[in-house]
């Protein structure tokens, strides 16, 4: 099977799209990264995201929904053009979509997750049949529906020579600790709290929109970290909460960054670069005690960092100097594209959800069991269901 990926972060950058090749079954599968894009967002697309999310109103929203489901489908043109494919070739899409709005379940609340990016509108645009949809399932179940890339990076990043941490730094962080391939011990995973959405919220306020994130960490490491803002940020309750536990920019979004700056006033470069290097390390910190809390007594050979992060050299310097002697590498020191890791996931978990296997890891997110996850919104001219034949292609 070829499956397309479309993942559209908490950064809000742009959309990552992997074509990935599939063969074997779900305790052995066999995978190639066929081709990886990103389609950045344009100022008007990053603006139009942002508003609807922070405004809330149900028109934006509405119209938000569509427009990135057209926008989901040009990323698929894109992709299929750079690898110079019809979409004919492709059998299926995932497609997370974009999170507006994602809540845990607490206490004797259930959880509520929302996704845009309509399914349809990829679907009669591209001609390929889209799953969607995933985190509903899981919180209908439950559980947290977050995170929900723990099935693929054991399928298909474990290693058969020791336990690895895969830490994913986006908009948000996640980590997932995993056993050696083809052991049955449980993984570990979950939300470690804010990645790099703080870090470029500053960077934009502190701009006016001129830069949207610190390049190559040059603020970081210009700016002089304040030990009592990182103290008062480290006291978040959410840092505090056992896992399974989840979170998004409607906890560390840019309105948080907007309180800060409202008790600090920061007035010049200076200034709002002391706050880039104390969020920074804010996500270092929170990523270095959530391993070493909620890990500890695991044995951790190598943790790899993919995302937006692992390109922050100030960022990975710092994190490999609070890990230390744990070995803090990029994902692709490992073969793992960095920026392509959670496209490639989701492409899995439509996979997944083809063979009719559960993609989500119920300890990790505190569903009642395992699901299969998704909705699959037919293609036109294409069967409505999903039978295939694994010698298709």
Not at 7 to 25: E, K, P, Q
Not at 56 to 75: F, I, V
Not at 194 to 218: F, K, S
Request: negative net charge; charged residues 20%.
């Amino acid at each position: 099977m070829r499956v397309i990926g479309l993942m559209s972060g908490t950064s809000l950058d742009g959309v990552d799209a992997a074509l990935v090749r599939f063969d074997g079954n779900a305790t052995d599968p066999r995978w190639e990264l066929e081709r990886f894009v990103t389609v950045p967002y344009t100022p008007d697309q990053r603006g139009r995201i942002h508003g609807a999310i922070v405004s809330g109103d149900a028109e934006a929203l509405c119209r938000l929904h569509a427009y990135l489901g057209e926008w989901l489908a040009e990323a698929v043109r894109a992709l299929c053009a750079d690898a110079k494919i019809e979409t004919s070739a492709v059998d299926l899409i995932g497609s997370h979509g974009q999170t507006v709005w994602h809540e845990p379940p607490a206490g004797e609340r259930r959880g509520a997750t929302l996704q845009l990016g309509c399914p349809a509108t990829i679907a009669e645009r591209t001609a390929i049949p889209v799953v969607s949809d995933f985190r509903a399932r899981d919180v209908a179940a439950g559980g947290q529906g977050a995170p929900l890339v723990p099935w693929a990076d054991r399928m298909l990043f474990s290693s058969a020579d020791g336990c690895r941490v895969l830490q994913n730094i986006g908009g948000m962080a996640n980590l997932t600790w995993v056993p050696p391939f083809g052991s049955d011990e449980p993984l570990i995973a979950f939300d470690t709290g804010p990645g790099n959405a703080l870090i470029d919220a500053a960077v934009t306020l502190a701009t006016d929109g001129e830069r949207t994130y610190d390049v190559d960490g040059a603020w970081a490491e210009a700016g002089e970290i304040s030990d009592d803002m990182l103290n008062g940020l480290l006291a978040h309750p959410f840092f505090e909460d056992e896992p399974p536990k989840s979170t998004g920019r409607e906890v560390f979004g840019r309105p948080f960054v907007e309180a800060l700056v409202a008790r600090r006033q920061p007035e010049n470069w200076t200034e709002w670069a002391s706050l880039v290097a104390t969020l920074t390390m804010l996500t270092v910190r929170t990523i270095v005690d959530a391993n070493k809390r909620w890990l500890r007594g695991r044995r951790i050979d190598e943790l790899i960092v993919t995302g937006g992060g692992a390109h922050n050299p100030v960022l990975m310097r710092w994190l490999a100097e609070l890990l230390a002697p744990i070995a803090v590498r990029s994902g692709e020191s490992v073969g793992i594209d960095p920026d392509a890791k959670e496209a490639i996931a989701f492409a899995g978990l439509a996979w997944a959800f083809a063979q009719g296997v559960p993609g989500n890891e119920p300890h990790a997110t505190g569903a009642r069991g395992a699901r299969v996850l998704g909705s699959l919104t037919p293609a036109p001219g294409r069967p409505p269901r999903l039978e295939w034949n694994a010698s298709k292609h």
